[in-house]
């Protein structure tokens, strides 16, 4: 929750190649206090049924940038045994493809007193991020 001398954050995972929320996405948390500061990890989370991340840490006082990096490769591996197995045919080594985004990461700036939103939607060749609300 923010206050008066930090800002929050949140996000979810839509996976639009399903139309569902991404469950199980590894998201990391890391901040730092200007643009020439180094980033520091403050934790992570994983998305839950509803592709939300409802634990991040809290931002220290004086954030002013922050970075989530979502891993999507396990996610995409994960999705794309489950469908394997249902299609017998593609089960070769030859056939299985690569995940193109093993991960996804997302840089913003931040104000003290703001809540930011950052909802990522995911497929399996592309991605947007937004601030929502």
């Known amino acids: ?5 930090t800002a929050s954050v949140s996000t979810h995972i839509l996976d639009t190649s399903a139309g569902r929320p991404a469950e199980g996405v590894a998201v990391q948390l890391s901040a730092r206090s200007g643009r020439e500061a180094d ?40 999705k794309q045994a489950a469908a394997q197995q249902d299609a017998p045919a593609l089960r070769d080594s030859e056939n299985a493809r690569p995940v193109f985004f093993p991960e996804v990461t997302i840089a913003f700036a931040v104000v003290p007193g703001e809540h930011y939103h950052v909802p990522l939607l995911l497929n ?10």
Request: glycine letters at 10%; proline letters at 5%; hydrophobic letters at 30%.
């Open 1 to 5: 929750m923010s206050t008066e001398t």
């Open 39 to 78: 980033w520091r990890t403050l934790g992570g989370s994983a998305t839950d049924a509803d592709g939300r991340c409802k634990d991040l840490p809290a931002l220290p006082e004086g954030t002013t940038h922050v970075r989530l990096a979502f891993e999507t490769e396990t996610y995409f591996a994960k």
């Open 124 to 133: 399996p060749f592309g991605y947007s991020v937004y601030r929502g609300s």
